[in-house]
C-alpha cells in the first residue's frame, strides 16, 4: 500500500489513508487516524502544533459536539464548527471541563475589594493645616513642608520634627521648648522671639540666614553639629548649652546682656565670627583661685604596692573652645579671661584690647594672632611636691 502524505498549514504532517479503513479496530491502530462512532467513518487526525484535527469544518452540529477538538459556532453563517484552539503543549479537555459555572455557585465579590485602594500621597506634598497660634505640642511631624508658611506664636513644645522644611516660614514667637529637631531646615525664616530652650539639634539641622531677633534662648540646648552660618545673635543666651561642633561661620555675637555661662565650644566652627558691643565671655574679675578645684585623692601603684596621692588643686576654665576653629575670628575689646584656648586654631584672630587673664593657649595655633594692647596677667607657677600616703 503506498501512503500518500501532505504537509498542513500549521506544520506537521498526516496521512491520507484514514478515510480507506472501515474498521473501528484498524482505524485504532494508526495514531495519525481517529474512529466516529457515530458515522461510522475513520477520519485523517492533524499533528500541527495546535493538535486540533483538520476536519472540524465538515462536520455537523452532532459530530461537532462529539469530536472534543471542535467547537460549534452557531454564530458562524459559514464554518460553524471549528478547531478549539490549544495552547503549545497544552493537553485537550473536556467540553464539560469548560462550561461556566452557574451563577449560584460563582462567589461574589468581596466589598473590600470592590472599594478602591485611595491613592497615596508623598509626606512631603501634603499642605500643613497648622494655623498661628495652635497648639501641636507632643506631636510626631515628619517629612512636612511649611516652608513660606505662616506659623507665629505656634506651639511646638516637646514635638518631634524631623526631616521637615521650614525655609521663608514665619516662626515668630514660636515655642520649640524641648523639641527634637533632626534634619530640620531653618533656612532664611524669621525666628523672632522664639523659644528653643532645651531643645535637640543634629547635624542636619539649619538657621542659616534666619532671623533670631533681640534675646534668642537656647538655655540648656544640645546644637551640636547644627549650622548657624551668617547669623546675628543679640543679648542671646547660651547658658549651659552644649554647642560642641556646631557651625558659627560669619555669625556675629553682641550685647552686653548676653549668656554664655557653662557653654561648650568644643571643635565648634567659628570662622569670621565676631564678638563685639560688650559681650562678655570671661570673668576678668576672678582670682585665680575661684578657678581651681578642691585638692583630691589618686590611687597610683609605686612598686608593688598601691597608695593614694595627693592630686591638684585642678585648674577649671570659664568657657572651653578646644580645638575650635577660630579663624580670623575678631574677639576686640572683649573680656575673655579664664577661656580655655588649648589646641584652638587661632590664625589671624585678633585679640586687641582684650582680657586675657588666666587663658589657656597651650599648643594653640598662633599665626599671625593680634594681641595688640592684650591684657595677658598669667599665673605665677609655683612648684609644689606631691604627698604620698601608703595604703594599707
Not at 150 to 175: H, P, Q, W
Request: aromatic share 10%; with cysteine.
Amino acid at each position: 500500500m503506498v501512503y500518500k502524505s501532505f504537509r498542513s498549514k500549521r506544520g506537521g504532517s498526516a496521512r491520507s489513508t484514514c478515510p480507506t479503513f472501515k474498521s473501528s479496530d484498524i482505524c485504532a491502530t494508526k495514531s495519525h487516524c481517529k474512529w466516529n462512532a457515530k458515522k461510522g467513518k475513520c477520519y485523517k487526525k492533524s499533528v500541527n502544533a495546535a493538535g486540533a484535527n483538520s476536519h472540524c469544518p465538515k462536520l455537523d452540529e452532532a459530530g461537532c459536539a462529539v469530536d472534543v477538538s471542535c467547537v460549534w459556532n452557531a454564530a458562524n453563517k459559514k464554518t460553524k464548527c471549528r478547531k478549539r484552539p490549544v495552547r503549545m503543549g497544552a493537553v485537550n479537555r473536556s467540553r464539560t471541563a469548560k462550561k461556566v459555572k452557574s451563577s449560584s455557585m460563582r462567589k461574589s465579590p468581596s466589598p473590600v475589594a470592590a472599594v478602591a485602594s485611595p491613592k497615596r500621597v508623598s509626606p512631603k506634598s501634603v499642605t500643613t493645616d497648622i494655623k498661628p497660634g495652635d497648639n501641636v505640642s507632643q506631636k510626631k511631624l515628619m517629612k512636612r513642608d511649611f516652608s513660606g508658611a505662616k506659623l507665629s506664636n505656634v506651639n511646638f513644645k516637646e514635638t518631634m520634627l524631623s526631616d521637615s522644611n521650614f525655609k521663608g516660614a514665619d516662626l515668630r514667637g514660636a515655642k520649640f521648648r524641648v523639641a527634637i529637631l533632626e534634619g530640620v531646615d531653618f533656612t532664611g525664616a524669621d525666628l523672632t522671639d522664639a523659644d528653643f530652650f532645651a531643645c535637640y539639634c543634629n547635624h542636619k539641622t539649619i538657621f542659616t540666614g534666619a532671623k533670631f531677633g533681640n534675646a534668642p534662648d537656647f538655655e540648656k540646648a544640645h546644637l551640636s553639629g547644627a549650622e548657624f552660618k551668617n547669623i546675628t545673635f543679640k543679648n542671646a543666651n547660651f547658658f549651659n548649652t552644649n554647642c560642641e561642633k556646631t557651625n558659627f561661620s560669619g555669625s556675629t555675637f553682641e550685647g552686653k546682656d548676653s549668656v554664655f555661662d557653662l557653654a561648650n565650644f568644643v571643635d565648634a566652627i567659628m570662622k569670621d565670627v565676631k564678638f563685639k558691643n560688650g559681650v562678655v565671655l570671661g570673668d576678668n574679675s576672678a582670682d585665680f583661685n575661684d578657678y581651681y578645684t578642691s585638692p583630691r585623692m589618686k590611687r597610683v601603684k609605686k612598686g608593688m604596692e598601691w597608695v593614694s596621692v595627693r592630686v591638684g588643686p585642678e585648674r577649671k576654665y570659664k568657657i572651653p573652645f578646644n580645638f575650635a576653629d577660630l579663624t580670623n575670628a575678631d574677639f576686640s575689646n572683649i573680656d575673655v579671661s579664664f577661656c580655655d584656648f588649648e589646641g584652638a586654631n587661632l590664625t589671624n584672630v585678633k585679640f586687641v584690647n582684650s582680657k586675657l587673664k588666666g587663658c589657656n593657649f597651650k599648643d594653640a595655633i598662633l599665626t599671625n594672632t593680634d594681641f595688640t594692647n592684650a591684657d595677658r596677667e598669667e599665673e605665677e607657677e609655683e612648684e609644689e611636691e606631691e604627698e604620698g600616703v601608703d595604703v594599707d
